[in-house]
């Protein structure tokens, strides 16, 4: 998701022109159909903060940047952020990600996917770049690798979105580990339930909340 919303909208990077000098700005607006394809907008603003700004690395050698503010807000998340281009090259980070992966910013900066999630290798990119052009948000399972070499599960929402006519992958990347353990404790709790019923020598009746049986 992002901000909370799924699928039913895309994300847009604005570019916000106001006395000659140019501000980014994150939104949304709604898919109109599975193959509708992001574009990049250029808006007015009718006021201009004076604020710092954050760089973006670009393969060319140049940066992009955006408003301090906007910085801050994404490392206030508690959802790992990834900015990544075409070729797989991450291009920005939150600070969740450094804490959760256990590397610093420069570290991952200088990183491709498959470094992080081994399972990714140039077909794999390849295949999920073209879905995501396609479908323009996928909400998906994998395994990252943490600088300790510990495999955490995640629950990844990636973006496809434009901004100077160059197309970026906006990852929204949940650690979901206590989910994971939470779900292996109760299969193996149902397990146990199974096992039960069928060697014992005792009749096993099951009733759901409302008291309704459910099986025997």
């Known amino acids: 998701a992002i901000f909370g919303i799924r699928h039913a909208y895309t994300p847009v990077i604005a570019v916000c022109l106001d006395g000659g000098q140019e501000y980014l700005v994150i939104g949304i607006r709604p898919i109109k159909s599975a193959s509708a394809s992001a ?28 408003p301090a503010i906007l910085s801050f807000a994404l490392n206030k998340v508690t959802e790992s952020i990834f900015l990544i281009d075409a ?6 980070v939150n600070q969740e990600c450094c804490r ?27 295949d999920h770049w073209q879905a995501l052009t396609t ?4 909400t998906f399972e994998s395994r990252h690798l943490s ?25 929204l990347v949940r650690d979901i580990t206590t989910r994971k353990n939470l779900q292996a404790q109760l299969e193996a709790s149902e397990a146990k339930v199974r096992d039960l019923e069928q060697h014992a020598p005792d009749i096993f009746i099951r009733y759901d909340r409302g008291s309704r049986r459910n099986r025997s």
């Open 39 to 66: 574009s990049r907008t250029t808006i007015r603003a009718s006021s201009a903060l004076n604020m710092s700004r954050l760089e973006i690395h670009t393969d060319r050698g140049d940066t992009v940047d955006i």
């Open 87 to 92: 070729s797989s090259h991450i291009r920005y």
């Open 100 to 126: 959760t992966l256990g590397y610093s910013q420069q570290e991952l900066l200088g990183m491709k996917v498959a470094d992080i999630d081994p399972s990714v290798d140039h077909q794999v990119w390849h």
């Open 135 to 138: 479908e323009i948000s996928l």
């Open 147 to 171: 600088k300790q070499g510990k495999a955490l599960p995640v629950e990844i929402n990636a973006n496809y979105v434009e901004y100077a006519g160059t197309a970026y992958n906006l990852a």
